[in-house]
Nanobody, 128 residues
């Protein structure tokens, strides 16, 4: 069983930056791929970025490419999402999710990838 807790959200002005964290409790964190998802008001949950279990593969949605950076520290059971040049359309609740992939180099930014565990989310508001 894996539990995920997101943090780092808040209010930021356009073109500002935030770093989100996804802290996991449980065993074998380094066998889980992690994805970040965003859900805006009245919108579907969409994938933003993902990282494979040992960090060898990264993927970004087009909207996040060149502005967001995902990383992980398996010694701390934590995945980070550094967000820069934020836009109002980046606002929403950000969720991290985990899927046990063992040491596969795969991860997915689609919900259909089959993430098994989800956090409660952290709110990001981008407004002047």
């Amino acid at each position: 069983q894996l539990q995920l807790v997101e943090s780092g959200g808040g209010l930021v002005q356009p073109v500002g930056s935030l770093r989100l964290s996804c802290a996991a409790s449980g065993l074998l964190f380094d066998q889980y791929a992690i994805g970040w998802f965003r859900q805006g008001p009245g919108k579907e949950r969409v994938g933003v970025s993902c990282i494979s279990s040992v960090g060898s593969s990264l993927s970004y949605a087009d909207s996040a490419e060149d502005r967001f950076t995902i990383s992980r520290d398996n010694a701390k059971n934590t995945v980070y999402l550094q967000m820069s040049s934020l836009k109002p359309e980046d606002a929403g609740v950000y969720y991290c999710a985990a899927k046990e992939t063992y040491y596969s180099p795969n991860c997915g930014t689609a919900i259909s990838f089959g993430y098994d565990y989800w956090g409660q989310g952290t709110q990001v508001t981008v407004s002047s």
